[in-house]
């Protein structure tokens, strides 16, 4: 069973359909992180670089 405790709805879900396919958008937030969004996607694109062999290890 998961803990959902930590985590706060920050919109109200939606659902958008393409085609035959409908997605259910929802977003959730966890207070007790430490990353930032920002962090993230900085991350991401240092795993992408390091990955294609574009920075020395």
Request: charged share 25%.
């Amino acid at each position: 069973m998961s803990d959902n405790s930590n985590y706060t709805a920050l919109a109200k879900p939606y659902e958008r359909k393409i085609g035959k396919v409908t997605f259910v958008i929802s977003s959730f937030g966890n207070k007790n992180t430490a990353k930032t969004s920002g962090d993230l996607i900085l991350q991401m694109l240092k795993n992408r670089i390091s990955s294609e062999g574009g920075e020395s290890k």
